[in-house]
């Protein structure tokens, strides 16, 4: 995914509008929409504030995730984003984590789910 396309599903994630999301940024519309649709792309300074805006991190702005490996199939993808999708509340020591950390966990979890899937698949019979 680029970064456009994350910025554009951050900011529809907070119902915000792209002149909304401009003005909090301190930048005009038109710059805003250029990075949206991956004409230009923010600096090093605008991603760091973009991530602490919409409480995510730098690299989930610019896209470095863990990518889904080209064996997954269907069943494999649907089981990771049920995991991914329990609501519960994420706890250390009784106290809340913040989004940044989920994030983190989130990305180490999924590099985790990977491996074992690969690990338990069964291998074809020769």
Not at 25 to 46: F, H, Q, T
Not at 98 to 124: C, Q, T, Y
């Amino acid at each position: 995914m680029k970064i456009g396309d994350r910025l554009t599903q951050l900011r529809n994630k907070k119902g915000l509008t792209q002149d909304q999301l401009a003005e909090a940024l301190g930048v005009k519309r038109a710059r805003y929409n250029s990075w949206e649709n991956n004409i230009a792309k923010p600096d090093i300074e605008m991603i760091a504030k973009l991530a602490a805006l919409h409480k995510v991190s730098s690299d989930y702005i610019i896209g470095v995730d863990t990518p889904t490996p080209e064996w997954a199939t269907y069943k494999d993808k649907r089981d990771f984003k049920n995991m991914l999708e329990d609501n519960a509340e994420v706890m250390f020591d009784g106290v809340p984590i913040s989004d940044n950390d989920k994030e983190k966990i989130k990305r180490v979890m999924e590099a985790m789910f990977w491996d074992a899937k690969k690990k338990n698949k069964r291998k074809p019979t020769e």
